[in-house]
């Protein structure tokens, strides 16, 4: 244990003056703000956000503000530990639920920041990725990777509200984070591929990889339905209280995004879950059922179409209350495995 770092008051007022001017710091003050002993201090304060305290003020948006004027008609969630105006819900994470009405487009867009939808409510939305027109079901998930262009639109007859996570704070951090705009898609007359070429697990179409290599992103839908199946079928095997599926880039077995990962998660009726530890923040939407978690000591109640976050490291015990319960886990394990660090530790 090192000794007792000074502070900056105990430096001379005229030393702090002279290094103002010079537009230089003394680390010393501040050593332990950035490198605490033996684990991080986190600013992300979990939270539970209800959606049925967030869709009459997302609707409500839909009378105030046309989508033309909005581009993008989205509420974002803000991580109380930021305070107000804070587009993030953990450091690296941002989620916004956004609204489109039937009839409705959302313009054209490309930008650098990978996102993801998952499918809240309604039918009749969709989202065209360069070209690929996706439909939009309850707890789709569909991937809009930084660099490739979309735009949504709705011919349904109720309206579409889907939540939008991406690593916008990363980029933004990195000054790297821009949009080019332009005019709506002509989708390709053809299924997307996850309804045809990735349709069943663990093959992939064959090619010749000289001539033709895979896509980087070659599924960008990845419908509930068939994942949810999943779940239910792997819990067969098992008698743990939580089961586990990672969405992935079906050619390299990798996370679907670079920087972002999802997991599809059911957990068991009454069974408590404690999970490791893990150095990556997480974000939860509740797919279905209702239950409650308790992250470092906090209960939070959720039910179906709620979101739930938790900082780094965080002690967190799920229970579904009532019947089995669908999430989908939302985290950065991904970035920092690139990076190098990702770690779990013991609860």
């Excluded at 000794?3 to 230089?24: C, F, H, K, W």
């Excluded at 707890?139 to 949504?152: M, V």
């Excluded at 939860?284 to 992250?295: L, N, P, Y």
Aim: glycine share 8%; hydrophobic share 40%; net charge negative.
């Amino acid at each position: 244990m090192s000794a007792q770092l000074g502070t900056l008051e105990e430096l001379p007022q005229d030393y702090r003056d002279a290094m103002s001017q010079i537009a230089v710091a003394p680390l010393w003050p501040q050593m332990r703000k950035v490198l605490p002993h033996d684990a991080p201090m986190p600013v992300t304060q979990a939270h539970c956000w209800a959606f049925s305290d967030i869709r009459p003020l997302l609707l409500r948006a839909g009378e105030l503000t046309p989508v033309e004027k909005a581009e993008r008609r989205v509420l974002f969630l803000v991580d109380p530990g930021r305070g107000a105006g804070a587009m993030q819900a953990t450091s690296t994470i941002y989620v916004g639920m956004q609204l489109l009405l039937p009839g409705e487009t959302a313009p054209a867009h490309k930008h650098t920041p990978s996102a993801a939808r998952i499918v809240v409510e309604g039918e009749g939305g969709y989202t065209v990725v360069d070209g690929d027109r996706l439909p939009m079901e309850a707890g789709d998930l569909i991937l809009t990777p930084g660099g490739c262009w979309h735009d949504h639109g709705h011919c349904g007859s109720k309206p579409v509200i889907w939540l939008d996570a991406l690593d916008l704070p990363l980029f933004y951090y990195l000054e790297a984070s821009y949009a080019v705009e332009a005019p709506l898609q002509t989708p390709r007359n053809r299924p997307d591929p996850s309804e045809v070429e990735y349709r069943a697990a663990g093959l992939a179409p064959a090619r010749r990889r000289d001539i033709a290599p895979a896509p980087s992103y070659p599924m960008m839908r990845f419908p509930w339905k068939r994942t949810e199946q999943a779940l239910r079928e792997y819990a067969r095997h098992g008698d743990s209280g939580i089961v586990e599926l990672d969405y992935i880039n079906p050619e390299t077995g990798a996370s679907c995004l670079p920087t972002l990962g999802f997991t599809a998660m059911m957990l068991r009726q009454g069974k408590s879950v404690k999970p490791v530890r893990k150095s990556a923040s997480a974000v939860f939407h509740v797919i279905a059922g209702k239950g409650h978690s308790t992250i470092n000591g906090k209960r939070h109640d959720w039910s179906a179409k709620d979101v739930i976050s938790a900082p780094v490291f965080a002690a967190i015990d799920h229970v579904a209350e009532g019947d089995d319960a669908f999430l989908i886990r939302i985290h950065d394990a991904p970035l920092q495995e690139k990076l190098g660090f990702y770690e779990e530790r013991s609860q």
